[in-house]
Nanobody, 118 residues
Framework: QVRLVESGGGLVQTGGSLRLSCAVR????????MGWFRQAPGKQRESVAS???????NYADFVKGRFTISRDNAMSTMSLEMNSLNPEDTAVYYC????????????WGQGTQVTVSS
């Protein structure tokens, strides 16, 4: 069984930075795309960034130029470097990953809270 464990959330002031990490816990696994989502109170969960197994990254328009997603397959980790944070970035951030094979199967972490104060 594959589990994802997020860490690195917290409270930061406007303009500050945080680095989120997502660790893959499993004895053996194969993962395709991985990504970060977020959900603010009263809002739907939305995609923030994704990265393929070969390292190609995609970003939501609202984080382009501020956030950087990275992935270390050897260390079984994925990170999200967040800079120039603003209160609109306040949300619970979740990492997810698509398992190899079919049918398509996506796993989620438990989430980590990011709060940006004004």
């Amino acid at each position: 069984q594959v589990r994802l464990v997020e860490s690195g959330g917290g409270l930061v002031q406007t303009g500050g930075s945080l680095r989120l990490s997502c660790a893959v816990r499993a004895s053996s696994f194969c993962l395709n795309d991985m990504g970060w989502f977020r959900q603010a109170p009263g809002k739907q969960r939305e995609s923030v960034a994704s990265i393929t197994s070969s390292g190609k990254a995609n970003y939501a328009d609202f984080v382009k130029g501020r956030f950087t997603i990275s992935r270390d397959n050897a260390m079984s980790t994925m990170s999200l470097e967040m800079n120039s944070l603003n209160p609109e970035d306040t949300a619970v951030y979740y990492c997810n990953a698509e398992k190899c094979g079919s049918p398509r199967s996506v796993i989620w972490g438990q989430g980590t809270q990011v709060t940006v104060s004004s």
